[in-house]
């Protein structure tokens, strides 16, 4: 069976890229440090905080959309 055509991007990368001085950047320390109410290990809880991480990235780094963060952050789409 072939892979579907589906481009991703690491929410992970981004959060080392926006923040490097942070001591860790696990999803609950994230969280923790945004004030966020985040219930680990809940595959829609993990993904709410995901993205709201990413959207307070995007604030930090003045971008209006996915490309204009992943390209300040000189990252780009990954493919599966």
Same mark, same amino acid.
């Given at each position: 069976?072939?892979?579907? /055509? #589906?481009?991703?991007?690491?929410?992970?990368? #981004?959060?080392?890229?926006?923040?490097?001085?942070?001591?860790?950047?696990? =999803?609950?320390?994230?969280?923790?440090?945004?004030?966020?109410?985040?219930?680990?290990?809940?595959?829609?809880?993990?993904?709410?905080?995901?993205?709201?991480? #990413?959207?307070?990235?995007? /604030?930090?780094?003045?971008?209006?959309?996915?490309?204009? =963060?992943?390209?300040?952050?000189?990252?780009?789409?990954?493919?599966?």
């Amino acid at each position: 069976m072939e892979l579907p /055509d #589906i481009q991703f991007f690491d929410s992970l990368k #981004i959060a080392k890229r926006t923040w490097p001085d942070f001591e860790t950047h696990r =999803l609950t320390d994230l969280g923790n440090h945004f004030n966020i109410k985040y219930n680990a290990h809940n595959a829609l809880e993990d993904s709410r905080t995901c993205g709201q991480i #990413i959207k307070l990235a995007a /604030d930090e780094k003045k971008a209006a959309s996915i490309s204009q =963060l992943l390209s300040k952050l000189n990252l780009q789409m990954e493919k599966l």
